[in-house]
Nanobody, 121 residues
Framework: QVHLVESGGGLVQRGGSLRLSCAAS????????MGWYRQAPGKQRELVAVMTSGGSTNYGDSVKGRFTISRDNAKNTVYLQMNSLKPEDTAVYYC???????????????WGQGTQVTVSS
């Protein structure tokens, strides 16, 4: 069993910053990809940023240049530094971990419960 616990969401004004964290726990040997997706009311879930264990990254077009993803492989933790926030960044942000190897098995996607980010204008 793997659990993802997110933290760091909240309310911030336009132009402000927030830092999200997501820690994976369980009998984890390795996680290939970790990252963040978001879902605003009435919209589909979309990619924010993902990062492989080797350091390759992929960002959604709307956050390039403003958000930065990083991870600590030893701690199975991924971070999202969000700068220059806009009201359109308001959404529930979900942590995702993919291609997980535990001491017992190989697992596909796991999702966190989500953390709300609200940007006021």
């Amino acid at each position: 069993q793997v659990h993802l616990v997110e933290s760091g969401g909240g309310l911030v004004q336009r132009g402000g910053s927030l830092r999200l964290s997501c820690a994976a726990s369980g009998s984890i040997v390795s996680i290939y990809v970790m990252g963040w997706y978001r879902q605003a009311p009435g919209k589909q879930r979309e990619l924010v940023a993902v990062m492989t264990s080797g350091g390759s990254t992929n960002y959604g077009d709307s956050v390039k240049g403003r958000f930065t993803i990083s991870r600590d492989n030893a701690k199975n933790t991924v971070y999202l530094q969000m700068n220059s926030l806009k009201p359109e960044d308001t959404a529930v942000y979900y942590c995702n971990a993919g291609r997980i190897i535990t001491t017992m098995e190989a697992l596909d996607d796991y999702w966190g419960q989500g953390t709300q980010v609200t940007v006021s204008s």
